[in-house]
């Protein structure tokens, strides 16, 4: 089981990035996903997270209205639109698994079984 993250990158405040991570080696569709970031001396924090079916997503405050996470079962894969960056927003971003079948998602990072390896969002001011 793989989770491959990517879209990270160098952009300055006010602008768009769009992160995807796909899955290999089994199918996620039944599962809940989810974004997480962690920035240099702090915790990994929730982002947001969506269900199995795409029809609930729940965000951090800090995020809302600004960032949307949305999946494609067909693709295996879920997606981090992040809208009006920050600085504060600057993280390494991780997408997780929850494999808990038809669950609801999870803000919580320790209730995810599975982890892509991170992609680097730097947010110039």
Known sequence: VQLQASGGGLVQAGGSLGLSCAGSGR???SYGMGWFRQAPGKEREFVAAISWS???TYYSD?????FTISRDNAKNT???QMNSLKPEDTAVYYCAVQQRIFGAPSMRPY???????GTQVTVSS
Request: net charge positive; aromatic share 24%.
């Open 111 to 117: 209730e995810y079984d599975y982890w892509g390896q």
């Open 54 to 56: 795409g029809g609930t």
């Open 27 to 29: 199918t996620f569709k």
């Open 62 to 66: 800090s995020v809302k209205g600004r």
């Open 78 to 80: 879920v997606y981090l």
